[in-house]
C-alpha cells in the first residue's frame, strides 16, 4: 500500500479513491448517489449499515456491487425463518480422528451481505450481535477473531409486510446507519431497464484494498473535531430522550425512548468522514446534520401517540434539527 507525507495528503487520496468507488458503483447501480454515499461513510467508520426498502429497488446489488469494487471477500447468507444460527456463526463437527473441528461459517469474510434480516426470527438475527460489536464470535467455549475489515451491510424489508419479524432494538443499535431506499425516477428507471435487458456485462475494476481501508478509517478517527461541533452532537442526542434534562419537548410528546450514547459517536465519526469526503479536515454542525437522519432514524422510537398520528421517525427528527 502507498504511504502518505502527511495526514492532509492522505485525505486528498481519499477523496480521489472515493470519487473512483463512486463511479464504479455508478457504472451498475443508477441512482441512489445518497446510499451509496452513506454505505461508503459506514465502510470508512467501520460501520454496519441496514438497507430498508420494499422488494426490487437493487438491495442486494448494490452491495455485491460495492464488494465487488473492494479488494475483500464477500459472503451472502439469505435469511429465512428456518435458518438456525449454527448455519451463521459454524458449528463444531466429529472429523475422522474423533476429534471436534470447528468449520467455519459464513460470517468469516469481510463484508457479509445479511439478506432479507427480517425473515428469520429473533434467535437467529442474534447470532450477529457479537460478531457485529465484537468482530469475533464464541463457538464451543472458544472465541474465534473474524476478518478484518469486517462489515455487515443488511438488507431489511419493511415489516408491514407479511412473514417479517422486527428487529430487536439491541440489533438495530448495532447498526450505524439505518438507510432507506426509494423509488426511482422515471428517467432513473428507463436507464435502469435498458441496462439490464440487454447483453453487456459490466466488468467492476477493484478501487480500494483491505490494508487502504484500514488506514483511512485510522485516518478519519484522527481527525479534529471542535467542541462546539461536539457538544452540538451530544446535545443532539440528548433532545430525543424524555425525562432527560435538555429533551426537545417533541420528543416528551411522541418518543417513547430516545437514542443511546452510540448515537452521538456515531454522529461524530460519520461528520469526520463526510467532511473529509466534502474537501474539510474538520467538520463542522453542517456535517453533523447531513449524518442525523441515517443515525438516529432507526434509534428513536415513538409512542403510540405518534403512531396513532401518523408522525414518522423522519419527521421527529426533522423537527429536533
Given amino acids: ?16 479513491k472515493t470519487a473512483g468507488l463512486r463511479k464504479a458503483i455508478g457504472q451498475i447501480i443508477v441512482g441512489q448517489n445518497d446510499v451509496v454515499e452513506k454505505l461508503i461513510i459506514s465502510i470508512l467508520c467501520n460501520g454496519h449499515t441496514l438497507l430498508v426498502g420494499v422488494p426490487g429497488l437493487a438491495k442486494t446489488l448494490l452491495v455485491k456491487t460495492i464488494s465487488d469494487a473492494l479488494d475483500l471477500s464477500f459472503k451472502r447468507i439469505q435469511f429465512t425463518p428456518d435458518l438456525m444460527p449454527s448455519d451463521i456463526v459454524g458449528a463444531e463437527i466429529l472429523n475422522e480422528q474423533r476429534q471436534f473441528q470447528f468449520i467455519k461459517g459464513p460470517i468469516f469474510a469481510n463484508i457479509i451481505l445479511a439478506d432479507e434480516i427480517n425473515r428469520t426470527p429473533p434467535k ?3 447470532a450477529l450481535l457479537e460478531a457485529m460489536q465484537e468482530r469475533n464470535v464464541t463457538a464451543g467455549g472458544t472465541v474465534y477473531k473474524l476478518p478484518s475489515p469486517f462489515f455487515v451491510l443488511a ?8 412473514g417479517t419479524y422486527p428487529l430487536p432494538e439491541a440489533q438495530l443499535d448495532r447498526f450505524m446507519f439505518q438507510v432507506t431506499l426509494d423509488y426511482p425516477t422515471f428517467a432513473e428507471e428507463v436507464m435502469i431497464v435498458r441496462n439490464t435487458t440487454g ?3 459490466q466488468e467492476l475494476s ?9 488506514y483511512f478509517q485510522e485516518l478519519v478517527r484522527r481527525v479534529p473535531v471542535p467542541d ?3 457538544e452540538y452532537a451530544v446535545g443532539l442526542v440528548q433532545k430525543t430522550r424524555p425525562g432527560s434534562t435538555n429533551v426537545s419537548p417533541v420528543a416528551t410528546q411522541y418518543v417513547s425512548y430516545g437514542a ?3 448515537a452521538s459517536q456515531y454522529l461524530i465519526l460519520g461528520a469526520k468522514c463526510h467532511a473529509l469526503l466534502n474537501g474539510k479536515y474538520s467538520p463542522d454542525i453542517e456535517d453533523v446534520r447531513a449524518m442525523a437522519m441515517p443515525v438516529l432514524r432507526h434509534r428513536v422510537l415513538r409512542n403510540y401517540k405518534a403512531e396513532a398520528e401518523g408522525i414518522t421517525q423522519e419527521s421527529l427528527i426533522k423537527q429536533l434539527l
Fill in 206 to 214: 477493484k478501487v480500494m484494498s483491505g490494508e487502504e481501508i484500514l
Fill in 228 to 230: 462546539n461541533v461536539l
Fill in 124 to 126: 437467529t438475527q442474534a
Fill in 1 to 16: 500500500m502507498q504511504s502518505y507525507a502527511t495526514d492532509i495528503a492522505a485525505a486528498e487520496a481519499l477523496k480521489e
Fill in 155 to 162: 438488507t431489511q424489508n419493511p415489516i408491514e409486510q407479511e
Fill in 260 to 262: 443511546g450514547p452510540r
Fill in 199 to 201: 447483453a453487456k456485462v
